[in-house]
């Protein structure tokens, strides 16, 4: 049976954005699309992305910056590259900065839809897994075996990293950068506050001792399953 996934389409050119995106709900996943990488931020947030279909030629932020941006946020996410950029310097270059394929315009969308199944099949085993608490993104309310809890928009963004990244594990300075615009002014110190503040909800409501385990010298490892909806 097929994964259904949470897919984001970064493409400034509007009828190919529209077809993309109703080729891909076509095949049962949710879409959205975006016409430019500063969109993403305003758009999207914290909510769950499983894989992003950037083109590269966006005004702005080009989709090789937001690529490698988004990839070392959420090591775990799926990245396809769709882009007339065929030389192989910048096909190298697409897989250096965070793409698990590139593939180079014309692209049909039957081929884009293949790529995209193939690549769910590596996502499928965090869909399958069962959660011992859920996170709901628009509502942002934890809820667990013991009740449920309010987060904030940040609790809310460390907590979906977590769950997207390899081993649960994120470093410190990732997690600072999920901060957003506050990141210049956060410090490991205010990071340990905000630790200790998502660690005594995740107790709240999951009944588990120790749901966030420190990495000394290194970062943070959630020792927990979360689905996020």
Request: aromatic share 4%; hydrophobic share 45%; charged share 20%.
């Amino acid at each position: 049976m097929a994964t259904l996934l949470n897919i984001v389409v970064v493409e400034d050119h509007d009828a190919l954005r529209e077809v993309t995106v109703h080729a891909l709900a076509s095949l049962g996943h949710a879409v959205v699309g975006i016409d430019c990488a500063e969109r993403f931020d305003d758009s999207i947030g914290a909510r769950p992305v499983d894989l992003l279909v950037i083109d590269l030629n966006l005004p702005g932020e080009d989709g090789i910056s937001l690529a490698r941006r988004i990839r070392a946020a959420q090591p775990q996410v799926g990245i396809i590259m769709v882009t007339a950029r065929g030389q192989i310097n910048d096909k190298v270059m697409g897989y250096e900065n965070g793409a698990d394929l590139y593939l180079t315009k014309p692209t049909s969308l039957e081929e884009l839809g293949a790529a995209v199944q193939a690549l769910a099949r590596r996502l499928k085993r965090q869909h399958q897994q069962l959660p011992d608490c859920w996170l709901n993104l628009v509502s942002f309310v934890l809820q667990g075996p013991q009740g449920s809890v309010n987060l904030t928009a940040y609790e809310a963004a460390m907590l979906s990293g977590f769950t997207r990244a390899p081993g649960g594990r994120l470093e410190s300075w990732q997690l600072l950068e999920m901060a957003g615009k506050q990141g210049a002014n956060a410090s490991k110190s205010t990071l340990e506050v905000q630790i200790v503040r998502l660690r005594r909800k995740l107790v709240q409501v999951a009944c588990c001792e120790h749901p966030l385990k420190a990495i000394r010298g290194w970062g943070y490892q959630l020792c927990l399953t979360v689905a996020i909806s």
